[in-house]
C-alpha cells in the first residue's frame, strides 16, 4: 500500500475504533456500510471474540451482512427489534450542523431507515469530509429512485436545479442496481446552503425512494486522522 493510502486507512481506523467505545453489552447495533464503517464492524468483532461483548447487529447493506458474518457479529432483524441502540456508519459530506451526505457507496435508503430508529448515530470519517457546506466541491448527493421512474426523475431534477447523472456500474453494464433493486441518480446541486428543504422538494417527487440527506440525525461525529481523531458532538 502507498504511504498515502497507509495514512488515509489508519485516519478511517482511528475514527471506527473510537466510536466502538460507544458499544455496551445487549445493544442492538446498526452496521453501517463502507469502508470506514467496515473497520467498525471489524472491531465489534474482535470485541466479541476478546472481551465477550454480546451484541446484536442489524446490517444496512449486503457489505454489511457479510462483514457481519465474517466477523461473527450475531444479526438481529426488524421483526425482532423495533429500535437500535446505537448504530455505527460512515458518511461522504458532513457539515458544520453535522448534516450529512451519504450514499456514495449506494446503500443509503437502509442506512437511512437504520439510522431513523436508532437512539444514537455515531458517524465515523477521516477528516476530509468534513466541509462548510454540504454539496461543496460540487460534490453530487445520491438518489435512489425506482426504475421505472428514473427517466422522469432525470427531467424533475434538473427542474430543481440538479444536474443528474445515473450511477453506472464499473463491472457490469448499465446502471448501479442498489440491495432494493433500484436505480441511483447523482446530482450535483452545487453548494447545499437549506438541506432540509432540498429533502423536501426531492421527497415531494414521486418515484424517488430515498436521498442522501440526513439532516439532524447524527448525534456524534468520529473524523480520523492519520494519528488522532477528533470528536464533534452536534448541538441540541
Ligand atoms: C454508503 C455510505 C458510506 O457510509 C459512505 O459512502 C462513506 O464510505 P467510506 O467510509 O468508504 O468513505 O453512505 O452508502
Redesign the pocket.
Known sequence: MKPEQERLEKA?RNAALEAVKHVKTNFVVGL??????AYAIEEIGNKIKREGLRVLGVPT?HQAFTLAVEHEIPITTFEKHHQIDLTI????QIDDELNLI???????TR?KIVASVSKSLVI??EES?KVKILGQNNHPL?IEVLPFAAPILMHKISGIGGKPVLREGTKKVGPVITDNGNFIIDASFGSIPQPAELELKLKGITGVVET?LFIEMADVVYLGKPDSTERIERKK
Do not use: R
Open positions: 478511517k453501517g456500510s463502507g469502508s470506514t464503517a447493506s456508519d460512515g458518511a461522504d451519504k450514499g456514495m457507496g449506494g446503500a443509503l442506512e465515523v470519517a469530509k445520491p442522501g
